[in-house]
């Protein structure tokens, strides 16, 4: 395997094989879904311009933004049984470097049933080892909006306040979030703690020692969640690559407990999202639990590529007096030796190979 993988077709072959080792099997589903049914769940889309057009019946169609909400409606409960899915599907999104519609490759696992713990790990170590494919230079970061909600929850109940805080704290704009704290007058050994909690990153068990003293008592459930995961994220290879950060935050309307991100060096921005989405699923009218993850492989674009040293291992040079059966036999005999060829009937200056076979000295 590549250091880095230079394609999205060399990723998405890979990732398919990955995920299909652990039982997760490929789901297929239409490019169109009724517009109505994204304008319903628009808060959970990454943006909420949809490309929308009339079916030959009249019912308005959109392009699908996104697959885990199509997922979700093509699936059904199926009590003491764990649907597992991956999947590479276009989506239709507006591009946050061009501001115009663009055809993204989506790829991602999702786990929807009863969710454990252990679902919870396979899913961080899925995402990590899925990074670890495209390059070695990767982080994780992992969040709990249920132990981020504990807290905000025990510094205020209003509820205004508790989003108010959590758009600021997943902007990491601190300026506005003390504004807020002291538009309702929370305490000052609260928004210590919440100031705290989300200024701490890095390594699991340093950012468990730092944040465990304010913790107890306020969220004991979720911290006790977040160690047990981490001791189990201690046994993969590149644990140290897979760390704490409680500014990142998703919509809480949608995402509870364990949410992540995924970085890779070169890239800008998160090329991997995900996180447990039961609220989703209730607002779906399900029943089960669900968490999953998305990576978006058009960001691969941002990653300086590494040039291979040659085009093709061979460039074979023919004209119209070249014996053509010769040209075939040697091309399939070329091939046949696991070397890359390109047939050309003029110059070839521009392609870098290790030999030329010019058939035309023959001719």
Known sequence: MNNILRSEEKAIFALRTLYQQYGYMPFKMSKFEEYEFYIQNKDFLVSDRIISFNDTNGKLLALKPDVTLSIIKNGEDKPGEKQKVCYNENVYRVSDNTHQFKEIMQTGIECIGEIDLYDLYEMVMLASKSLSLISDNFVIEISHLGLISALLEDACRNNNFKQEALKYIAEKNSHDLINTFDRYEIADEKRECILKLISVYGERKSVIAEIEPSLKGVADEFLAELKALSDMLDVLPFSEKILFDFSTVNDINYYNGIVFRGFISGISQSVLTGGQYDNLLKKMKRTSGAVGFAIYLDLLDEMPADRAE??????????????????????????????????????????????IIDLRKEG
């Open 310 to 355: 040659y085009d093709v291992d061979t460039v074979i040079v023919y004209d119209q007096n070249t014996d053509k059966c010769r040209l075939a036999e040697m091309v399939e005999r070329t091939v046949g030796e696991n070397k890359t060829v390109s047939v050309q009937s003029g110059d070839s200056a521009n392609i870098r190979c290790k030999q």
